[in-house]
């Protein structure tokens, strides 16, 4: 349990710092501008992450100050999500800006996610699922994660997808596809239909080895994949089932597809990483991952502490960071950004 956690946190990061430069590039552009996503291209080979890793690492300090206690954790999680956004993150999608300044404005957690199919709480439902080992409970504490932010029962329902499918890939080490499809229509059973389809889309595509870009494009997803979390998912999904043992191709063929590509990238890699442990994460991708003060070795205290309640029962306090440190690099971050957003403005068009 311990490296399935290590690995779903560490692969998270990993996938958001090699997608992220690529995001909101068409496939083309991509291809031109950057070249494969085979390495990191951030900053200078490096790679850094983005809100995707911050929220997932929210979640599991929350999960370790909660120790199983539901009303715990909600609270916990909107505590820690109003504190994230006095850092100045520089990724931060509408829906939870909102949700976040409702929380700020005394809005109950339960009323104050805003109606929207946003992936914001498919990003941060990998850890849930490897860390929550009762199928018939992980409905409840996904929900409680995407209210928080997002009320659409869409968000939840790919939430639960992605949650279902790391607790799969954890405890089996590896990630069927038609267990999968098997397993996730009973867990919605006829509540999202619409998704389900989705899925057996996926499953189907994978069985016919149809790599994932030519599936995002049977979806109409041809410009790059959106932030919509019925988008986002299925496409996340399909990397996944069809590379659950290969971390490295499971990213780079998501990140391919264009658009959001640091949330699908995220997504994949947080689900692959609960398959493969942080031995199957590339080395040189970690080893280029620059973060301060959330380093890899910190994400990796985090894992064993969140370890350590999920299989003793023990209550002990989330490792932090200095929020001083925090501020800082998130305004290093947004340079970075800026750099990026001017340098798409020259060519090779």
């Not at 504190?83 to 809005?107: D, E, H, K, N, Q």
């Not at 290969?246 to 391919?256: I, K, L, N, P, T």
């Not at 501020?327 to 947004?334: S, V, Y």
Request: glycine letters at 10%; one cysteine or more; aromatic letters at 8%.
């Amino acid at each position: 349990m311990d490296d399935r956690i290590i690995g779903c946190i560490l692969g998270t990061a990993v996938g958001d710092a090699i997608g992220l430069p690529y995001e909101g590039l068409s496939r083309r552009r991509a291809s031109l501008l950057l070249g494969p996503p085979d390495r990191h291209r951030f900053l200078f080979g490096h790679g850094m992450v983005s809100d995707d890793t911050e929220h997932t690492c929210i979640v599991a300090q929350s999960l370790i100050t909660a120790n199983g206690d539901l009303s715990a954790f909600q609270e916990s999680l909107a505590w820690r999500l109003r504190l994230w956004l006095l850092g100045i993150p520089a990724g931060i999608g509408i829906a939870t800006l909102r949700s976040t300044i409702r929380l700020w404005c005394g809005v109950s957690p339960e009323r104050s996610g805003v109606f929207s199919a946003g992936n914001g709480p498919a990003m941060r439902a990998a850890i849930l699922g490897v860390s929550v080992r009762q199928r018939q409970v992980l409905h409840e504490w996904v929900r409680v994660s995407s209210q928080l932010t997002h009320a659409d029962p869409k968000a939840h329902f790919g939430a639960l997808a992605v949650a279902l499918a790391a607790q799969m890939a954890a405890q089996r080490g590896n990630l069927s596809p038609n267990e999968f499809l098997a397993e996730i229509k009973e867990c919605l059973n006829n509540d999202a239909n619409d998704l389900l389809d989705l899925v057996a889309a996926a499953v189907s595509s994978v069985s016919r080895g149809e790599p994932t870009e030519q599936f995002a494009d049977s979806l109409g997803l041809t410009n790059g994949v959106s932030g919509y979390i019925y988008h986002t998912v299925p496409v996340a999904l399909h990397a996944c089932l069809a590379h659950s043992q290969d971390f490295r191709s499971a990213v780079m063929s998501v990140v391919r597809c264009g658009g959001d590509t640091d949330s699908t990238a995220a997504i994949v890699g947080g689900i692959v990483g609960a398959s493969v442990g942080r031995a199957g994460i590339p080395k040189e991708w970690l080893t280029t991952l620059v973060e301060w003060p959330r380093t890899v070795s910190w994400m990796e205290r985090l894992g064993s502490q969140l370890a350590s309640t999920v299989t003793s029962d023990s209550r002990v306090c989330p490792i932090r960071q200095p929020a001083l440190g925090v501020f800082f690099r998130n305004l290093f971050f947004l340079v970075i950004v800026f750099y990026h957003g001017f340098r798409r403005l020259a060519p090779p068009y």
